[in-house]
Structures are given as C-alpha cells and as structure tokens.
Nanobody, 116 residues
Framework: QVQLVESGGGLVQAEDTLRLSCTAS????????VGWYRQAPGEQRELVAD???????NYADSVKSRFTISRDNIKNTVWLQMNSLKPEDTAVYYC??????????WGQGTQVTVSS
C-alpha cells in the first residue's frame, strides 16, 4: 500500500511563495501520473498541475506561469512550487498518484491560505 504525504502548506500573504512536497512511501515510478489538486470551501476538487512518468507536465490555466510541478524519482517526491500566490489560491491541496492500472492514491491534504 503506497502512502502519499503532503507538506509545505501554510498561511502567507498575496504575492508570497510556497513549495508543497508530496513524498510517496513507495516508488513513484509506479505512478503513471502524479498530480496536485485543490479544493476550496464549497467548491469541487480541481486539478492544479500534474506530471507524467515521462516528465510531461500539465497545468490549470489559473496557475500557468505561476506554479511549477517537478519530480525526483530517486527521492520519490513531487513538488509544487507556487509563486505570486493569490487569495483565490486558498484551498486544501491534495497530492494524487494514479497508477498505470488506473488505481488512485490520495494524500491527506495540506492547507494553503493566502491573505490579501
């Protein structure tokens, strides 16, 4: 059973920077895609960014040019670098790993709060 553990969330001001980490207890090479999702109060969970096993990245339009997703297969870690944060980025951020079999794993989430 693979576990995903997120860290790095917190309370920051607008235009500040945060870096979220998602560390897997197992080998992330087993994941076809690892992604970051977020869910704001009263909203649906949405994709923020993901990175496939071959390094291909994908971003939501709202975070393009501000967020960067990257992975280190040796450290079994995926990062989300978040620059120029906005109050509308406030949400719980979840790490997701999708296996080649289609099975999904989720982390417990980390809160990001951006004050104006």
């Amino acid at each position: 059973q693979v576990q995903l553990v997120e860290s790095g969330g917190g309370l920051v001001q607008a235009e500040d920077t945060l870096r979220l980490s998602c560390t897997a207890s197992g080998d992330i090479l087993g994941f076809a895609v690892v992604g970051w999702y977020r869910q704001a109060p009263g909203e649906q969970r949405e994709l923020v960014a993901d990175i496939s096993h071959d390094g291909t990245t994908n971003y939501a339009d709202s975070v393009k040019s501000r967020f960067t997703i990257s992975r280190d297969n040796i450290k079994n870690t995926v990062w989300l670098q978040m620059n120029s944060l906005k109050p509308e980025d406030t949400a719980v951020y979840y790490c997701n790993g999708r296996c080649f079999t289609g099975r999904n794993y989720w982390g417990q989430g980390t809160q990001v709060t951006v004050s104006s």
